[in-house]
């Protein structure tokens, strides 16, 4: 029973919106007292580094020295072999490493350890390791501490979402830095915001390949960010300090398409007045990113073909084979596979520039970004247009988050724009959203709503927006809205509202 007292508190602690490492911090402490426990941790696993690093913990006097990496050391153990490791007396284990919180000898003599595991099933039903939850424990039986390593094992499994987010938090870090550079506002533009766990993955790609030499091909629909991966791939790679150039080759017609690639010489071709470098040149020691690839003509494939085999290039009307450096990063929204087919891709280049794919999910295939990306958008341009707008209305997120954006991306960020722009209070509502979007859920039939259910909702707006602010006082809202409480009283009843949903 005690146990479950415990259990339960645990769950409660978890489902107060308290920032996440508050939570989880007060969370381990209460834990910690409650079980007699010396200390307690939860150290995530970084996949990309492939480090262990302690996140969050609890009544250790220092600051933890030391990352582990699979395999070393107990906590590396666990994150390596996924189950549970229990350790009666630290100083008697040889694989008990001691160099995160270097306790004293007297301690490693005193003192029991375990360590579980943080796991959660992905869309394979595969176990993943986000992260081990350790416990010092005043030395116990062995069969008192398996009672206890059981007890940590449901916990493990009562935090494993919110670890998941640490872990996402801690692999964000890698690449987001590397923006931190030039002005503030260059840095809030360029910035890849997500939360899905599709991204997620997408961004350990990216940091994967980025320093290497790879070709990548960014393949996906329209304003799926990507040209803002090209750019993060450039800049996570070791030719960061040279040239990012870039060339979408849909926007120009075919005869120009390759002096624009290699440039001409002086009279190559009528209009062709002085001698002009073309992007391979430019992009010398840096970045190529081709955009819209499955734009460009047959004989302007070969030709591309050809510099990115053999490094060389020739400028239009001229005789002299120039060697370029350049990492390519390509892009298209065009199913490639079905254009080979039909003879307008050549094969052989695709192989070529084939070699990293990285397929980015339409925006209605990754729901999660929605609501990060809107609030970024948000606060990018109500800085821009300096507006003191601070959030959006619950309902407006529903609209947004169910929306199947079309022009992914982009067309959020358009939205946003909007918003931004003819919001007059300080939250974006559903009226500020496009009529698009008010539609979504009956998109098929695409009827405005009827101006009845239009106030209904619209009401129902207001009451849920001044409930959150008077956290369920009826008496409050009435006040608030100008209203009596017997109308706020009806209409909450209703609208089938639960007021005590807002206590808190
Ligand atoms: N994850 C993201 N975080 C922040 N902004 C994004 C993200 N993805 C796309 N954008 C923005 O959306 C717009 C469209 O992205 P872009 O890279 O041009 O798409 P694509 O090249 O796939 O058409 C750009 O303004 C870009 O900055
Ligand atoms: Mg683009």
Redesign the pocket.
């Known amino acids: 029973m005690h146990y479950l007292d415990i259990l339960k508190e645990a769950v409660l602690e978890l489902s107060f919106s308290k920032p996440l490492r508050e939570g989880l911090t007060h969370l381990l402490e209460h834990v910690a007292k409650k079980m007699g426990y010396r200390h307690m941790s939860l150290a995530i696993f970084d996949p990309i580094s492939q480090m262990i690093e302690f996140t969050i913990y609890s009544g250790y006097a220092k600051v933890p020295q030391k990352t582990y990496a699979p395999g070393e050391g107990i906590i590396g153990q666990v994150v390596k072999e996924k189950k549970p490791i229990i350790v009666p007396v630290m100083g008697d284990e040889p694989r008990f490493l001691n160099l995160a919180f270097n306790r004293d000898i007297q301690d490693l003599k005193r003192l029991s350890f375990i360590a579980v595991p943080v796991l959660l099933k992905n869309n394979d039903g595969l176990a993943e390791i986000f992260g081990v939850l350790t416990a010092d424990i005043p030395r116990r039986s062995l069969e008192i501490l398996k009672e206890q390593s059981e007890f940590l094992e449901l916990l493990a499994i009562i935090i494993a979402r919110h670890t998941s987010y640490l872990q996402d938090e801690l692999t964000k870090k890698h690449f987001l830095p590397e923006f931190g550079k030039g002005d503030e506002s260059e840095v809030q533009?360029?910035?890849?915001?997500?939360s899905s766990k599709a991204?997620s993955k997408i961004m350990t790609q990216i940091s994967q390949v980025a320093p290497s030499k790879a070709t990548v091909l960014?393949r996906?629909?329209?304003?799926?960010?990507?040209?803002?991966?090209?750019?993060a791939i450039h800049k996570l790679s070791k030719v960061k300090d040279g040239p990012l150039i870039k060339l979408n080759c849909a926007a120009l017609p075919a005869d120009l398409i390759e002096s624009e690639l290699f440039g001409h010489e002086k009279g190559a071709f009528t209009g062709a007045i002085h001698t002009k470098k073309g992007k391979f040149e430019l992009a010398h020691k840096g970045t190529l990113f081709l955009?819209e690839i499955a734009e460009l003509s047959l004989e302007a494939q070969a030709k591309l073909l050809r510099a990115i085999q053999e490094g060389e290039i020739q400028r239009v009307g001229g005789e002299k084979v120039i060697q370029v450096d350049v990492r390519i990063v390509c892009?298209t929204?065009q199913p490639l596979e079905k254009l080979i087919q039909e003879k307008k891709f050549r094969e052989d280049l695709y192989f070529r520039i084939n070699v990293f794919p990285v397929y980015?999910p339409a925006?209605r295939e990754r729901r999660d970004?929605i609501l990060?990306?809107a609030e970024?958008?948000l606060e990018y341009y109500a800085n821009e247009y300096n507006k003191k707008i601070k959030r959006i209305s619950t309902p407006a997120i529903d609209l947004l988050v169910q929306y199947h954006w079309p022009g992914?991306?982009?067309e959020?960020?358009n939205c946003m724009e909007r918003a931004v722009l003819i919001c007059n209070e300080e939250v974006i509502r559903t009226y500020h959203l496009p009529p698009t979007l008010q539609t979504a859920e009956s998109s098929a039939t695409d009827i405005q709503l009827p101006f009845a259910e239009a106030v209904a909702k619209f009401e129902q707006e207001i009451l849920i927006e001044a409930l959150k602010k008077a956290k369920g006082n009826m008496l409050q809202v009435a006040r608030e809205l100008k209203a009596s409480y017997r109308v706020i009283n009806y209409k909450i009843k209703k609208y089938n509202i639960n007021p005590k949903k807002f206590v808190r």
């Open positions: 533009k360029e910035k890849i915001v997500f991204m960014l996906g629909e329209s304003g799926t960010g990507k040209e803002l991966i090209a750019e955009d892009a929204h980015i925006l970004d990060p990306l970024h958008f992914n991306v982009r959020l960020k």
